[in-house]
């Protein structure tokens, strides 16, 4: 197993502003668990370090425009291109632009980070290093908090006191613990001895933190991951069949029965249950919730009368009769109180057709490029990527909003650390990333 080396990465002898870029890279998306804020704020120290990094740096200018000038840029390109097109027919042209533009302005940010990392390979080992303490330590808060431990999330969360139940304000956490997942895993593979097992020992206490805050789309995403990491495991080590088998159908055995037990509860909760509710279902209830059901019909419906260019950038929630209840649920919930918990529904509903098609392409360009290349050298990093972009997209399908600022960041940022390393190795020719 190749290990990160920190006699050859120069860990020791890191610079400040390099070992800084890497600390708040690495604990910027478990820093998640006390808020946006807080993500958000590690971010920007990065970026800025990032920015003063970039003037010491000549070699990062050059990745900068081939990076710019590639298919994969050129496709995202044809994105804004496209998503531009429908900012004259959004319902609040204003409101659009600031998403069009604060969306073009996260993936430059990405793409500047990703060039000061492969030109300071120094980063890598201290900043996947930051990653796996900072994710295990804010698991380990976040479920004493939700186990019961007072005081946990007023602390995270810098509130004296705090009116939101535990479950509840960690669910957007449960999510960043399963894509950080495939990067803490592959991470602790390559540093190797104790933070081995600190990577897997993430990996239950994650999985504890969905169950635990009853995000069944951040499980999905798992599911998916898993699914993939069982077909690699299956085609290169053909010995661990049986074992894998057992395992998946135990798992889904467990999940559907988790789903069904769950759904039965909150039913019985909200007291919307009944023969006449079912009828209006187009899938099971155990599957998909009834609300996000009757969520994606009102956003399908929008699209439908806006079909080319949509109804704007993040604007499907502000059309009449959004907010409107919805008679099957008793009143009890209108028919879009935030998004469409669901990526493709929204961006077909708020860009129509040519903004949905030039995604979808510019994201298979990207997914067939990366199979392509581990086809070619079977590289783990880039198997982390395909892994990790697969349980964000699936997972994607069932929670929050394409655009919201975080959940944007996470993708982005995960991506370009994870491109970074395998641009190294490849550059370098060698086996440590």
Same mark, same amino acid.
Not at 110 to 125: D, H, K, M, Y
Not at 392 to 401: E, I, P
């Given at each position: 197993m190749p290990h990160f080396s920190d006699a050859q990465n120069g860990v020791y002898g890191t610079d400040r502003l390099t070992a800084f870029v890497a600390i708040m890279l690495g604990v910027a998306m478990p820093l998640r668990a006390s808020g946006v804020a807080a993500q958000q704020a590690s971010l920007g120290l990065a970026f800025v370090a990032v920015l003063v990094a970039l003037t010491t740096t000549p070699s990062a200018s050059s990745l900068i425009r081939k990076a710019l000038f590639s298919k994969l840029g050129a496709a995202v390109a044809c994105v804004f291109i496209a998503w531009g097109a429908s900012l004259f027919f959004s319902f609040d042209p204003y409101a659009s632009v600031k998403i069009y533009?604060?969306?073009? %302005?996260?993936?430059?940010?990405?793409?500047?980070? !990703? =060039?000061?990392?492969?030109?300071?390979?120094? +980063?890598?080992?201290?900043? !996947?290093k930051s990653m796996i303490v900072a994710g295990l330590v804010f698991s380990?808060?976040?479920?004493?908090?939700i186990n019961g431990v007072p005081y946990i999330l007023s602390a995270l969360k810098g509130r004296l006191l705090e009116q939101e139940a535990p479950y509840q304000a960690f669910k957007a956490f449960a999510a960043t613990a399963m894509c950080l997942m495939p990067p803490i895993i592959w991470s602790a593979r390559k540093l190797g001895g104790p933070w081995l097992w600190g990577g897997y020992a993430f990996v239950p206490m994650a999985l504890i933190l969905m169950v635990q805050t009853s995000n069944r789309a951040a499980l999905a995403g798992t599911v998916a991951m898993s699914i993939l990491v069982a077909i690699r495991m299956l085609t290169v080590r053909n010995k661990y069949f049986i074992p894998i088998l057992v395992l998946a159908v135990t798992v889904a055995v467990a999940a559907v029965s988790w789903v069904v037990f769950q759904e039965i509860d909150n039913a019985k909760d909200m007291g919307v249950v009944s023969r006449a509710n079912a009828g209006h279902l187009y899938l099971p209830g155990w599957l998909i919730d009834q609300h996000r059901q009757y969520i994606w019909k009102f956003a399908f419906e929008r699209f439908l009368e806006n079909p080319w260019f949509g109804n704007g950038i993040d604007q499907i929630n502000k059309l009449p009769h959004a907010k409107d209840s919805i008679p099957y649920m008793d009143g009890s919930a209108p028919w879009l109180p935030s998004h469409p918990h669901n990526w493709a529904i929204e961006i077909l509903a708020e860009t129509g057709i040519f903004g949905f098609i030039t995604f979808v392409v510019a994201l298979a360009l990207s997914a067939w490029g990366l199979f392509r290349r581990y086809q070619i050298n079977h590289d783990e990093s880039v198997f982390t990527l395909i892994v990790f972009m697969g349980g964000?997209?699936?997972?994607?399908?069932?929670?929050?909003?394409f655009w919201a600022t975080w959940w944007q960041l996470t993708f982005v940022v995960?991506?370009?650390?994870?491109? =970074? +390393?395998?641009?190294?190795? =490849?550059? +370098? %020719?060698?086996?440590?990333p």
């Open positions: 533009a604060r969306t073009g %302005g996260f993936i430059l940010a990405a793409v500047l980070i !990703w =060039s000061v990392l492969c030109s300071r390979p120094n +980063a890598q080992s201290l900043m !996947w380990i808060l976040a479920l004493l908090s964000f997209w699936l997972s994607s399908l069932f929670n929050f909003s995960i991506f370009a650390m994870l491109v =970074s +390393a395998y641009k190294l190795k =490849s550059s +370098a %020719g060698k086996n440590q």
